[in-house]
């Protein structure tokens, strides 16, 4: 398992051989043994020599990330001291120091989840050695360009736990798990966490680094700008959180150097601080932070900021025209920060160049810590190599030029901290030299990570002083540092001071020049070169030691009076040029809007503007607008309809015909859109009128279905709706197929499975209680079915009585109102509230059952259910009748077939209509707009499809049945007289629901109920509203004109009703215009004069029919309705004129005229008499001439010369001349004049 216990078994086995070569036994055996000795001690000992034991060190460094990617150049410098480390036998002699090298990513998380595997699971991610390369340019190595160079490794490969680390290179990563490698007993050494926090023992007791602290350099700061006589220093920092422990050495050396910190009161974020404080990477706050360095009036400005926050702020200062300031920074940020590959990425200030940027930071002091010693042939302490000839092996294998921070041919940036991780590999060889091979600690204890290994580790850590590339690395106690050397870098351009980017040009010639240095036990600077800054008279060119420099530096601008402006380039203070302002707010002049430049202002030409007070330079008008002046300060956009997609345009081009844009501005020809209620169909370039039932807001949006309409696509040829006919709530509106809750398919007629249909269009789950409903429904349907048996059963023994007619008849209007309205339910509209509840209440008359919670949503299995209702219908009342007859047979009574005859007619007759329209459901189709057509009874059922099919070829099956029944009632009015004639009773009682509804003269007004009946069924069935609508007003109107003309209804109350209920349908059916869809005018004309002309038509076919009465009656031309009427008085001779007209009608098939019979109205009977007779049979008894009513029919037929036969009886005496003259006082003949019914009338004819 360890090395330790490898050692142990080759001792063993050579224990072993001794004991063989000593013991007992032939000679020739133990020379053998021997031999075999001698073998295998030297097979151990060439082993061991051979393959010396692996120390496994874990390194965690940022090789990729955001922050800062320094991890492969330290790894190169590491790698270097690790190979010179282990070709020295005398430092670990029997071992090879390796690293395996995993990417922390400057993450803490996953810095955190690396060392638990690596520690726990023995599991590694190593990094692969390149090349890895900057694909996008940015200036780092991300991730997934670096990710398939990565290698998972596991205890295979690292043969043996480690026993160290280094790392982690970023602050963050060293902070977030210094105390987690405590925890673990795990030494740790960061070549590149330079935080100065961690140099807190508290709270990080035994963590190591080999870079010198972030805040080493500020004390570089502050020498020099004493060297300088600078007092006043205004310093921008970044968050608190991050730089604390530098901002607190920071304002210390303030105090220490005597120079005053300026800016915004900073003392809540650490005592004592002032400045200004740039926490997030903004363009605001960077502007912000210039503001706020203009109004202090001090040049010289420090920053404790990051790369890019850095070069956001050094824009910002070119934007204010700001070049004379003094910058220094730190190591925070790496040489050449201001000219990164991915530059500033911020929209807005895409202007600010290299140039700019270069000409910004020209004087800029950079202070950094020592990373290649001076004495360069001095010894290193674990390398063969001097300092120099390490230093130069760094950057030539590297393929760049020795001490340049470049980049390398794998695509990562070379840089100082190199030596860093140099010194990290030296710094452990050094202790694990004194652990195993001074100390002759067991290597097992340092795998195990044991109390005593981790404490030897520290100790001799804590007192490390030895020879490294940055110097002599001497830790102090209780520091987890060493003491470093500072240097000074200064950014410069040319070879003379130069003030913007007009006089600095280019920035091809900028140098990152070293200027100074200072060690660690000196107070002052040793200047190496030159240093300058913007002006002439600041060159400074000391040499050596120095504590100052003459002329002091102009450390802050002087304040001019009111309308004057400090000029940074000629140091004066002036007025105003031409086009220029005084901006009060920084007292210094900027271009006024429509100009731009620095020193002088010029006009922004056409195509260009610039807006802002101070622009540096016009700004192309952007695509969408346009300018055609000289001098402008805004561009205009492009009118509605038209656009640019050009940059600098000077005028605008129209969109192409029938495409305009969505209001001003916009800068490419795809924004040249259909407009508002138009779209533009998919791979078509010419845009469609939005059709009805949908809502297209334009420009580029597709088209969206209203409430009511059910989207079903959009095609080339156009959009494609179903419209939700019966209940709009059902369909929402929206995208396609989009359907109210929980419903489905075309025009989201279906609910889901398990659902039934509830309020607001939505279906909701399925009512147990309602299974209930249905059960009492069926058993009342039960009820009602016997009820119309029994009726039918006792009508024919007892016959009707008056009271028992009314009813009878009232119900069959009222029941066959509702049936109306059950079919106006079914026309092809939509209904508003409360209509549309009140007609879907009586929906069931047409048999529509809500069947979903039943299981069935197929609409051919639904209609073949609802159909089954009619047999099931005709078996119960066939089976009632065999109950019946069981019964009757049981007490030996006959029952007729009349009796099962009856009821079935009867109920065959009251709803013929919705029996009728149950049928022709699958006829009734109704047409969407896109061209299809559905079932209106199931809206998600398709016409003329192979289900739709199945649905006809039974509805065509089914409607033989009423077609039978209208047969049958045409053979039973057809040969109702000859039945009368024989004194067929039976017949009369078998057919009596026939009969029962209109007086026996008018009995064909039931077939032409039948007739109006189908043509109501058949009305849903006709594709056109408005036909629908004149077809239900005519038959209604007719209905109302030839009941008021005939009055066929036995009862006159019932002819009232249904004049007056079709006269209110025919009302309402006009009014049902003002809801029909969107009618056209055409239609609606066209209806409005076919509606006139029918009712023009009615009245002058009314006048003429009146013309033709007149004429006829006049001339005689109409052959009578009665052959013979049978005048008499009932008591005397009614019995006779009974016997009379059974013999006349035997002899002739001519009508006899009745009274008992044929009377139903007694306004009627004189008509009768005048009109309808030709020949009046007078039965001459005793009384007949003192009945009023018999003299009013004699003194009718004389008046109007009808053919009068008396037949006088015996006792019967002709009048005299007395008789008749006191015929007056004899005979009451008031009744004739009295309304029948009423008063002395009441008792009938006598």
Request: aromatic content about 10%.
């Amino acid at each position: 398992k360890h090395s330790s216990t490898r050692r142990g078994l080759r001792c063993a086995f050579v224990s072993r051989c001794a004991r063989a070569c000593c013991g007992m036994g032939p000679l020739r055996q133990r020379l053998l043994a021997l031999w075999g000795c001698c073998c295998l001690c030297y097979s151990c000992c060439r082993g061991v020599a051979a393959a010396p034991q692996d120390l496994w060190i874990i390194g965690i460094l940022p090789f990729t990330g955001f922050d800062w990617d320094g991890g492969s150049t330290i790894r190169f410098g590491t790698e270097i001291m690790l190979a010179e480390i282990n070709a020295n036998p005398g430092l670990l002699p029997g071992y090879r120091l390796r690293v395996v090298w995993q990417d922390g990513r400057c993450n803490p998380d996953v810095v955190q989840d690396l060392l638990l595997q690596n520690l726990h699971d023995r599991i590694y991610y190593k990094f692969g050695d390149g090349p890895y390369t900057d694909l996008d340019g940015d200036g780092l190595i991300s991730t997934l360009e670096s990710l398939p160079l990565q290698e998972l490794l596991n205890a295979s490969q690292v043969t043996s736990p480690p026993i160290a680390m280094i790392g982690a290179g970023c602050s963050v990563e060293s902070m977030a798990i210094s105390n987690f490698a405590y925890r673990f007993r795990l030494p740790m050494i960061s070549p590149g966490s330079s935080n100065a926090a961690l140099s807190d023992r508290t709270k990080y007791p035994r963590f190591f680094r080999t870079i010198v602290p972030d805040s080493a350099y500020l004390r570089g700061w502050y020498t020099l700008l004493r060297a300088l006589s600078v007092r006043r220093f205004f310093p921008l920092v970044g968050e608190t959180s991050t730089f604390r422990a530098n901002l607190n050495k920071l304002v210390a050396l303030a105090g220490e150097f005597a120079i005053e910190l300026v800016g915004e009161d900073l003392s809540s974020e650490v005592a004592g601080l002032k400045g200004f404080q740039v926490s997030v990477d903004s363009w605001s706050g960077s502007l912000e932070a210039m503001n706020a360095v203009r109004e202090s009036r001090v040049r010289v400005v420090g920053m404790q900021l990051y790369e890019r926050r850095a070069r956001l702020v050094l824009c910002a200062a070119a934007q204010e025209n700001m070049y004379a300031l003094v910058w220094v920074t730190g190591n925070t940020i790496a040489s050449g920060f201001w000219d990164r590959g991915d530059q500033l990425a911020i929209p807005g200030v895409e202007w600010c160049t290299r140039e700019i940027m270069a000409a910004v930071v020209q004087g800029l002091i950079l202070g950094s810590v020592v990373f290649w010693r001076d004495d360069g042939d001095a010894a290193l302490s674990c390398s063969s190599l001097t300092a120099d000839q390490f230093k130069t092996k760094f950057y030539t294998d590297q393929k760049v030029p020795v001490g340049s921070d470049q980049k390398t041919e794998l695509g990562y940036l070379v840089m100082g901290e190199g030596a860093c991780g140099a010194e990290a590999a030296c710094m452990y060889a050094l202790a694990l030299h004194e652990i195993l091979v001074v100390r002759q600690m067991p290597l097992v204890e340092l795998e195990d990570r044991t109390p005593t290994a981790y404490d030897a580790f520290f100790g001799i850590m804590s007192t490390s002083d030895f020879q490294g590339l940055q110097g002599r690395m001497k830790y102090a106690a209780g520091q987890p540092e060493p003491d470093g050397s500072l240097t000074l870098h200064q950014v410069q351009i040319r070879s003379a001071p130069c003030l913007g980017h007009e006089q600095c040009g280019s920035g091809t010639d900028i140098v990152f020049k070293l200027v100074a240095t200072q060690a660690s036990d000196s107070p002052n600077l040793k200047f190496i070169d030159r240093i300058m800054f913007h002006y002439g008279d600041e060159v400074y060119e000391p040499r050596g030691v120095a504590a100052t420099l003459d002329p002091p530096l102009q450390d802050t601008f002087p304040v001019c009076g009111r309308g004057l402006t400090y000029d940074i380039f000629t140091r004066q203070c002036l007025s105003c040029p031409q086009n220029q302002r005084f901006f009060e707010a920084t007292s210094t002049c900027l271009c006024v809007a429509g100009f731009f430049g620095t020193s002088s202002c010029d006009p922004c030409q056409v195509g260009t503007y610039s807006v802002e007070l101070g622009s540096k330079e016009c700004s192309a008008c952007p695509a969408g607008t346009f300018n055609a002046l000289v001098g402008s300060s805004a561009c205009l956009r492009c009118p509605k309809g038209t656009y640019t997609d050009a940059t600098g345009a000077t005028s605008w081009t129209p969109c192409p015909t029938g495409t305009t844009t969505d209001g001003s501005g916009f800068a490419f020809a795809s924004d040249c859109q259909c407009g508002q209620g138009a779209f533009r169909p998919p791979g078509s370039e010419q845009c469609l009128n939005c059709p009805e039932g949908t809502v297209c807001e334009g420009f580029g949006a597709e088209p969206r279905a209203e409430q009511g309409y059910q989207l079903e696509s959009i095609s080339q040829a156009g959009v494609f709706l179903f419209r939700c006919f019966s209940d709009p709530k059902k369909c929402p509106g929206g995208g396609k197929g989009a359907c109210a809750e929980a419903r489905e398919g075309i025009a989201c007629g279906t609910c889901m499975r398990g659902l039934t249909p509830g309020e607001g269009g939505i279906c909701i789950p399925c009512d147990r209680s309602k299974e209930s409903l249905a059960v009492v429904f069926v058993m009342v349907a039960c009820l009602v079915l016997s009820l119309v048996y029994v009726r039918s059963h006792f009508l024919q023994k007892i016959g009707p009585t008056r009271r028992s007619l009314f009813l009878m008849l009232t119900a069959a209007q009222i029941l066959g109102i509702l049936q109306t309205f059950s079919v106006v339910h079914m026309l092809s509209m939509t209904w508003p509230e409360p209509i549309r509840s009140i007609l879907t209440a009586v929906k069931f008359l047409n048999f529509q059952l809500d069947m979903d919670c039943l299981g069935p949503k197929d609409a051919l299995t639904v209609y073949g259910l609802t159909l089954g209702i009619l047999p099931l219908v005709v078996i119960y009342v066939v089976f009632s009748h065999v109950i019946f007859c069981m019964k009757e047979w049981c007490a030996s009574r006959s029952v007729s077939m009349s009796a099962l005859v009856s009821p079935l007619g009867t109920l065959c007759a009251a709803l013929f209509i919705s029996v009728c329209t149950s049928i022709l459901t699958p006829f009734q189709c109704i047409e969407h707009p896109n061209e299809k057509w559905t079932v209106v009874k199931y809206e998600s059922q398709l016409c003329w499809t192979s289900r739709h099919d199945g649905m006809l070829a039974l509805g065509a099956v089914a409607m033989l049945f009423p077609l039978a029944f209208v047969g049958l009632v045409v053979y039973v009015l057809r040969a109702f007289p000859q039945r009368m004639a024989s004194g067929d009773t039976a017949f009369l009682t078998k057919f009596e629901f026939v009969f029962i509804r209109f007086k026996p003269e008018l009995r064909w007004t039931f077939l032409a109920y039948l007739v109006r009946s189908l043509m109501i069924s058949l009305v849903p069935a006709i594709p056109e509203v408005l036909a629908q609508i004149l077809i239900l007003y005519v038959v209604f109107q007719t209905t109302c004109g030839m009941t008021a003309m005939s009055a066929p209804w036995k009862l006159p109350w019932h002819n009232a009703l249904e004049v007056v209920t079709n006269a209110g349908l025919s009302a309402w059916m006009l009014l049902t215009m003002a809801f029909v869809p969107t009618p056209s005018q055409t239609n609606v004309v066209a209806l409005m004069l076919t509606i006139l002309g029918i009712s023009s038509g009615l009245l002058l076919l009314t006048g003429f029919y009146s013309l033709y009465l007149h004429f006829v009656s006049m001339f005689r031309l109409r052959t009578k309705h009665f052959k013979y009427f049978l005048c008499h008085h009932k008591v005397a001779s009614g019995a006779i004129a009974r016997l009379i007209k059974m013999v006349l009608a035997e002899d002739s098939l001519d009508p006899v005229f009745l009274d008992c019979d044929d009377l139903v109205d007694l306004r009627s009977l004189f008509d009768i008499v005048s009109d309808d007779v030709d020949t009046m049979v007078v039965l001459c008894s005793q009384e007949l001439l003192l009945r009023p009513w018999c003299l009013g029919e004699l003194t009718t037929a004389h008046g109007r010369r009808v053919r009068t036969v008396p037949v006088h009886f015996a006792d019967y005496s002709r009048p005299d001349d007395e008789y008749i003259r006191r015929l007056g006082h004899t005979v009451d003949l008031g009744c004739l004049t009295e309304a029948p019914g009423s008063g002395r009338n009441s008792s009938g004819r006598g």
